[in-house]
């Protein structure tokens, strides 16, 4: 006990106890250069204390000219949009499955399969893996998932272009 109490007592006064902490801002090379934001690949909790809906900036999404309608807003997260992924799935004619024990997502049509995960930043395409920008996450108070528009309209052979101004990112994707 006493040998506990002196090194903690060393650290201590010798200023060393950050060094003990990995999750002090900056001390990690991964942080460095980042706004406030983890780094990429670490996985932030689907039962995370911070609920990234309410935090972030509404934006509008416009689907091949129409208005993109949902009863939560798209969300821009550290420059990437977050839509929730039951209306956009819908909205592009994917079938969906949570699966509640892995918190994971699967979309499926014909021609492809997308899956997400609440607990990791890795998504999949027709199994071939890609990190994606953003982590989905789930809006607490609805407890609606949310997933980086780019990726799934891309997935899906779209083209997203974002306009600053207006706030609003225009999707152009093929009907099926």
């Not at 002090?24 to 689907?46: F, L």
């Not at 000219?65 to 839509?83: D, N, R, W």
Request: charged content about 25%; cysteine-free; aromatic content about 10%.
């Amino acid at each position: 006990m006493r040998k506990t109490l002196f090194l903690v007592s060393t650290f201590l006064i010798l200023g060393l106890a950050p060094v003990l902490s990995t999750q002090t801002h900056g001390s990690h090379a991964a942080w460095d250069n980042q706004e406030d934001e983890p780094p990429m690949g670490v996985v932030e909790p689907a039962y995370s204390l911070v609920d990234r809906y309410e935090s972030s900036e509404k934006v509008n999404v416009n689907f091949n000219g129409e208005i993109f309608k949902s009863e939560l807003k798209p969300v821009k997260v550290y420059e990437t949009i977050m839509v929730p992924a039951r209306e956009l799935f819908k909205n592009i004619n994917m079938n969906t499955k949570f699966d509640s024990e892995r918190l994971s997502l699967t979309a499926a049509k014909p021609n492809i399969v997308l899956e997400f995960s609440l607990k990791s930043s890795i998504a999949t395409a027709n199994g071939k893996e890609t990190i994606l920008p953003r982590i989905p996450f789930r809006e607490q108070k609805r407890n609606r998932m949310f997933v980086p528009l780019r990726y799934v309209v891309e997935a899906n052979g779209g083209t997203v272009k974002w306009d600053n101004k207006q706030k609003t990112a225009y999707v152009t994707l093929k009907k099926s």
